[in-house]
């Protein structure tokens, strides 16, 4: 189905592998067409619950755009890529189910705006975050000028953008673009139990969370008037109904996800 990653659904999670190891996991055209296709299997698949995004190999999570692409570009085709790059990292953002990016090691440039695009983060020990594109003479173009902002707030963003330094783990943690940083052995593992958790409740509650919290970055939406709605449309769901009805029996609730 994928040329350049690997996947495999266990228990409703869905783990996408980016699988370059030799060129650290980098994002080829190869990568973003099976991106593309992950992603419709994701909208399409009921059985897939939630998604983990993480890479091959013991030292990269993905170590940027594939640099060996760049060469042949004119300004209208580098445009272009920017533009499939941000659709479709655009894609994962407004994923209806939760995508986790799992970091497993070198978060650079494209890879740390792939990682910004899921809906949390979480890092083993050895990862490394950075946006180096001005040692190139670019600039992010998936994305990462604006999310990183939203992340990290305006100050330290504009300092990692223009100064090209990496960020370990436990600052990643501390400035809030990652959650939690586990060993390299207990990464996925400790993904895996936090979309457990999540893949217990209510689906379309879920869904409505990531709508409305993304709505806070879309200037075009009026983010209450959107939780309002969506608050609303939960009162006509079965699982809404099944979740107030399991609380005052006072056992658990078993959402379908209708
Ligand atoms: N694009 C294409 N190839 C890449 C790549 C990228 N972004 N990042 C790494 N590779 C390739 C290397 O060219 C090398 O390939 P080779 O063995 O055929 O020569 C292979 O991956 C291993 O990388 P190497 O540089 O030898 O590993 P390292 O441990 O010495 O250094 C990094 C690791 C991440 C510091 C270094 O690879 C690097 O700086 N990569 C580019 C990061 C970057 O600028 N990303 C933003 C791109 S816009």
């Known amino acids: 189905m ?12 869905y783990t996408i592998t980016i699988n370059r190891p030799d060129k650290l996991n980098a994002l080829n055209k190869d990568v973003f067409t099976d991106l593309n296709t992950a992603l419709d299997e994701i909208e399409s698949n009921p059985e897939i619950k939630s ?33 499939r790059g941000q ?24 890879g740390c705006e792939l990682a910004m695009s899921c809906h949390f983060r979480v890092a083993s020990d050895n990862a490394k975050f950075g946006q180096p594109e001005v040692n190139l003479g ?32 436990k600052e990643a943690k501390e400035l809030g ?3 939690y940083v586990t060993t390299t052995d207990t990464l996925l593992e400790h993904t895996r139990k936090i979309l457990d958790v999540i893949n217990s409740k209510a689906p379309l509650a879920v869904a409505g969370c990531i709508k409305a919290a993304n709505a806070v970055f879309n200037e075009s939406i ?10 609303g449309n939960t009162f006509d769901t079965e699982d809404m109904k099944e979740g107030v009805t399991a609380f005052l029996e006072k056992r658990k609730a078993d959402f379908k996800g209708k």
């Open 2 to 13: 994928y040329q350049t990653l690997l996947a495999s659904l266990e228990n409703g999670i």
């Open 51 to 83: 998604v983990i995004i993480t890479g091959s190999g013991p030292k990269a999570f993905v170590a940027g755009a594939d640099i060996s692409e760049f060469n042949s570009l004119n300004k209208e085709q580098a445009k272009a890529l920017a533009k």
């Open 87 to 110: 659709d479709i990292f655009a894609r994962i953002e407004n994923s209806s189910k939760p995508i986790v990016a799992a970091v497993n090691g070198f978060a650079l440039g494209g």
């Open 138 to 169: 670019l600039i992010p173009g998936y994305g990462g000028t604006q999310r990183l902002v939203q992340l990290i707030g305006k100050g330290k963003a504009m300092e990692l953008l223009m100064s090209a330094h990496m960020i370990d783990a």
């Open 177 to 179: 673009l990652v959650n």
């Open 222 to 231: 009026d983010g209450f008037a959107l939780e309002i709605e969506e608050f």
